[in-house]
Each structure stands twice: as structure tokens, then as C-alpha cells.
């Protein structure tokens, strides 16, 4: 038995909570603490255990590498969605972007599901092929898109979750009696 060599590839980019409504993701719309799982081509992420996990950071980023090359697909679990979680009460932005290198600046790739808490959100399948992904040069232009010029052509940062709605923040101000007193 000959072990096969290969070129290792990446995906990643991020989840974002587009809260001004202009379809894109913007700086500090990043979601922190959402769980992502990768799966390959064909995998139910219902039954099939994720070939990995990330979490995201605190500006909504995550990332897969070291990856053999083939073909994957992202999912957020229906958890995610669920009372005190990172995305209560959140859409996924409507448009299912493609496996077409387009960035957070043009679209995002989560499917658009009545019920993500029940479901989860998952991306199309997406081919990694060794030195043929997005570049900045190529596409490769919305939020931490330069984090991979290091392999750039080797790992995918254009796949991100899009999602609306969600908890409000809520400001708490002391009570101000503004009534005359007698």
C-alpha cells in the first residue's frame, strides 16, 4: 500500500448577521459561536458524524484545512438556532450562492430553509480542486479574504452563511422621573 500525495486545500470564510439589510456581509456583522461542520459529497449531516467541527471567532470566521481534495459541503446545525443561541431567530438571506468563488461582497451560500432550527442551514456541494481556488485576484474579495495569500489558490475563503432577523439588543436605562414633584 502506497500512500498517494497530495496538496492539501482549505474552505472557510464566515457567518454574519446582515443587519443593515444591503445583502453583504459588513465589518463587525460577524456572528461569534457558531458551530460549522464539514461534511463530504453525499453525507446526510442529520446521521453521518462531520468530518470536522469549527467554531466561529469573534468576527465570524472559521476554517477547514489540511483538506484532501474533493468535494464538501458546510453545515450550521439546527441547534445554532435554537433559545439563547448564537442564531435565534435568524433567516438565511434569500439566494443560495454557487460553487462560483463569488465572495461575502456579492452573495452567500447558505440554503434558504423554513425552519433552520429544525433543519440546520447547509452550502451546496463544493469541489476544492489543488491550486484552482479563488483568489484575491479572482474573486476572492470580501472580509479576510488576504488571511490565506500564504496557498491563496489552495483554499476557498467565499463560502459564507447569510442570515437575517434575530434577537434585537436591548439597551436597559435607569428610570428618569421626569414628572414635577407635588
Do not use: K
Request: glycine content about 14%; hydrophobic content about 35%; aromatic content about 8%.
Amino acid at each position: 500500500f502506497t500512500a498517494v500525495p497530495y496538496e492539501p486545500v482549505g474552505i472557510g470564510n464566515a457567518v454574519f448577521r446582515d443587519r443593515n439589510g444591503n445583502q453583504r456581509m459588513d465589518a463587525s456583522e460577524g456572528v461569534e459561536g457558531v458551530i460549522v461542520q464539514l461534511f463530504t459529497a453525499g453525507s446526510d449531516p442529520h446521521t453521518s458524524a462531520p468530518l470536522g467541527v469549527r467554531t466561529t471567532d469573534p468576527e465570524g470566521l472559521f476554517l477547514f484545512d489540511g483538506l484532501v481534495p474533493g468535494s464538501y459541503f458546510l453545515h450550521i446545525p439546527g441547534s445554532m438556532f435554537g433559545a439563547s443561541m448564537p442564531l435565534q431567530l435568524t433567516t438565511s438571506l434569500a439566494g443560495w450562492g454557487l460553487d462560483n468563488g463569488q465572495d461575502d461582497s456579492t452573495d452567500e451560500n447558505g440554503e434558504d430553509v423554513s425552519n433552520p432550527e429544525a433543519t440546520g442551514v447547509s452550502t451546496r456541494v463544493i469541489q476544492l480542486t489543488a491550486n484552482f481556488e479563488p483568489t484575491d485576484a479572482t474573486g476572492e474579495n470580501g472580509v479576510a479574504a488576504s488571511s490565506d495569500n500564504g496557498d491563496d489558490d489552495n483554499i476557498d475563503l467565499t463560502v459564507d452563511f447569510g442570515f437575517s432577523g434575530g434577537c434585537p439588543s436591548i439597551g436597559i436605562s435607569p428610570l428618569v422621573n421626569t414628572l414635577p414633584e407635588g
